[in-house]
């Protein structure tokens, strides 16, 4: 324990100094509901930095809407196409708006979307000054992030003083660092660092220090070249039949948000060691087309096999990121992988049209296990794969979609539209076909499999404002597999449906109803045989929110999941958070008090929790037991705070928590968290 405070400190204060733009508490209470409302049951291994990124950036330089663009609009993560489009019409034709009302005679700006928003947004002039490059060297902003975690108790698999005999060559902890400097849109540039649990710093295999390293350089050069980027990048086209790294949004609250936006190249700065590329990209401005070119080679990590017949090969891509045991440090870095490609759109007065071009080649076969479910997937050392897409949008509808086809003349089509009938009325659908020879690697479409083959569905969803004070939001969704996967043993078909009825009496109270019921085909093993057989998955939740001042949130929470398998299961969770922001004191401070009741793992809950900076936390809870977390958050001076949160998860009868090498003898789990930022 004395060691693994000994190496936090140490890491803390060997970080840069740098200084910070404090967030007002209304910011902070918007940013944690948006991100709840995306991200909340997608896990905690999804990679949201970039849509977190975004909206602290707004949080703390909010976007002139008088002198914005669609891509930075699309950057909030809160409009449609056909609301961005209305709001740029409204401007062009009637000029700068001059306060947040005037934005509510916009057709589908409603007073609830608008109090989201407004803390991100302001109302300056419609031009705003052009700064040299001296100018943006001085009146950039650079940061420097300092983030280390670990557990108090001590799992079987990591190495504490000279202990050889524990798989892990490092202790628990994680150390994050991250600098970066940037000015507008204009210039980036910054390096990120990272060491995982159980991984080795500056010894071992990691003699260089941290285990993962990422840098980048992004440069808007004139209005034709508009940027030019070194380094670490993303790219995202069309609606991600192609090509779309990193987080993606798919089926969640927002009904209505099923149109991807925010396209383009993007500078990298998160820590997923795999969805990016790493090289060079440039996009050019040319009238009303813009084209991006990039081209990127890097080492990923790979499982690696031989045989006489093949050589050197690989059978999968690792993607966890972790490099502790020998066996991952030796599959570390083990496959060349190239991508070259290029993406390109025009833009009319109603309609945009893009075509994405995609070549990737490895330095040895990717030949996967001899399974079923592996029959029609991508093997081989190279593959291309393109696509065309469109938006059309006038008035109160919007139309988009992609075609694609892979080398393996696999095809995949999806074809969305959403309608505002009215203020009150919304509609949106989306079908998708993937074939099951499809091969896109890099693809993030809408859909339900985590890739874009061997799938077709059809989802429907809707928005009604049926009174002033009431919003009622649904979707439901209907999909098939012609061919097995991972997960049956056959072709298989299920449906999910949510409902959510939110009730807003004042800025005080409110609160929601939601239900969601989840039915899918997933293979059991009946006596000696596997089948496909339903599971379901039914989860309530009454959820109450209550200020009682400026100053105090109350939020609690009641939820139940019913699983249906081979046999049925039932949980349980009840939570109070408690959410302090003094006018007077700098602080920000977060609390809850949860138990839960579940019979296994089946029946487990995901729970949303406040967490550090750029990062957020939506763990799994099962068994019997407590949850409890304390998140703080400390403005030092105008130039620098901290964050600091301190979580425990008590399990009533347990003898281990976790498993594997994680296991944790005993039932309690205490997870420590500190960050430090500074700011000029």
Do not use: C
């Not at 100094?17 to 209470?29: D, K, L, R």
């Not at 080398?407 to 959403?418: D, M, N, P």
């Not at 049925?568 to 809850?592: C, H, T």
């Not at 138990?595 to 929790?609: C, Q």
């Amino acid at each position: 324990m004395r060691r693994f405070l000994k190496h936090t400190a140490l890491f803390l204060l060997t970080a840069f100094p740098f200084y910070v733009w404090a967030q007002t508490p209304e910011s902070a209470v918007q940013l944690e509901a948006i991100i709840e409302s995306i991200l909340e049951e997608l896990g905690e291994e999804t990679d949201a930095a970039l849509i977190m990124e975004d909206l602290e950036g707004f949080a703390n330089n909010p976007l002139n809407i008088n002198a914005t663009t669609r891509e930075q609009l699309s950057r909030l993560h809160l409009l449609d196409d056909i609301q961005i489009q209305k709001l740029l019409n409204y401007l062009k034709e009637f000029g700068p708006a001059l306060s947040i009302y005037e934005l509510n005679t916009i057709d589908g700006f409603s007073p609830e979307l608008l109090m989201k928003i407004e803390p991100f947004i302001w109302f300056g002039p419609k031009e705003e000054k052009t700064r040299s490059v001296p100018e943006m060297l001085k009146y950039g902003r650079h940061e420097l992030l300092a983030r280390t975690l670990g557990t108090l108790q001590k799992p079987q698999g990591y190495k504490e003083r000279d202990d050889s005999t524990t798989p892990y060559e490092g202790n628990r902890a994680r150390y994050y660092t991250r600098y970066r400097f940037q000015s507008g849109d204009n210039i980036s540039a910054g390096i990120t660092a990272e060491k995982d649990p159980g991984e080795a710093f500056f010894s071992g295999s990691n003699k260089q220090g941290f285990d993962f390293y990422s840098a980048h350089l992004s440069l808007k050069v004139s209005p034709v070249i508009e940027n030019i980027t070194v380094g670490d990048f993303v790219v995202r086209s069309g609606q991600g039949l192609v090509l779309w790294q990193g987080f993606a949004i798919g089926k969640s609250l927002n009904s209505l948000n099923i149109s991807k936006t925010n396209q383009g190249v993007r500078a990298y700065t998160s820590t997923d060691e795999n969805q990016f590329f790493r090289g060079a990209s440039t996009t050019l401005k040319l009238g009303d087309a813009r084209v991006s070119l990039f081209y990127s080679q890097k080492n990923s990590d790979g499982n690696l096999a031989y045989s006489d017949s093949l050589g050197n090969y690989f059978t999968s891509l690792q993607t966890s990121g972790y490099h502790r045991t020998q066996s991952e440090i030796e599959d570390k870095n083990s496959v060349n992988d190239l991508n070259v490609g290029a993406v390109a759109s025009w833009s009319f007065q109603n309609l945009k049209i893009g075509a994405t071009v995609l070549y990737r080649q490895f330095n040895m076969p990717f030949i996967r296990s001899d399974q079923l479910y592996n029959r029609f997937r991508f093997s081989g050392k190279e593959n291309m794969v393109a696509g065309a897409d469109y938006l059309y949008s006038k008035g109160k509808y919007q139309l988009f979609g992609e075609v694609a086809v892979s080398k393996s003349k696999g095809k995949a089509i999806l074809q969305g539209a959403t309608a505002h009938l009215h203020d009150r009325i919304q509609f949106s659908g989306l079908f998708r076909h993937f074939d099951k020879n499809y091969h896109a690697m890099w693809a993030t479409p809408f859909s339900e499999v985590s890739s874009a083959a061997n799938e077709t569905g059809l989802y429907l969803g809707t928005r009604i404002l049926p009174v002033r004070f009431v919003t009622l939001s649904a979707y439901s969704d209907f999909y098939r597999s012609e061919w097995i996967n991972f997960t049956t043993a056959g072709p298989s078909t299920g449906w999910d449906v949510l409902a959510q009825a939110d009730f807003r009496f004042s800025k005080k109270v409110q609160f929601y109803l939601r239900y969601k019921n989840e039915e899918k085909e997933q293979k059991f093993r009946v006596e000696e045989k596997y089948e496909d057989l339903p599971e379901q998955f039914r989860k309530s939740r009454l959820h109450f929110q209550y200020n009682p001042s400026d100053i105090i949130t109350l939020k609690t929470r009641l939820e139940h999941v019913f699983y249906k398998g081979l046999e049925s299961e039932n949980g349980w969770m009840v939570f109070q958070d408690v959410q302090y922001s003094p006018g007077k004191i700098p602080l920000n401070l977060s609390a809850r008090l949860a138990y839960f009741n579940t019979e296994s793992y089946n029946s487990r809950i995901y729970a949303y929790e406040n967490d550090l900076l750029y990062t957020f936390a939506v763990p799994a809870f099962f068994g019997k037991g407590f949850r409890t977390y304390l998140n703080l958050k400390y403005k030092i001076s105008q130039n620098a705070e901290i964050w600091f949160k301190l979580a425990n998860t008590l399990q009533g009868g347990a003898e281990l928590i976790s498993s594997g090498y994680n296991e944790i003898a005993g039932n309690q789990k205490t997870e420590l968290k500190f960050q430090l930022r500074l700011k000029m």
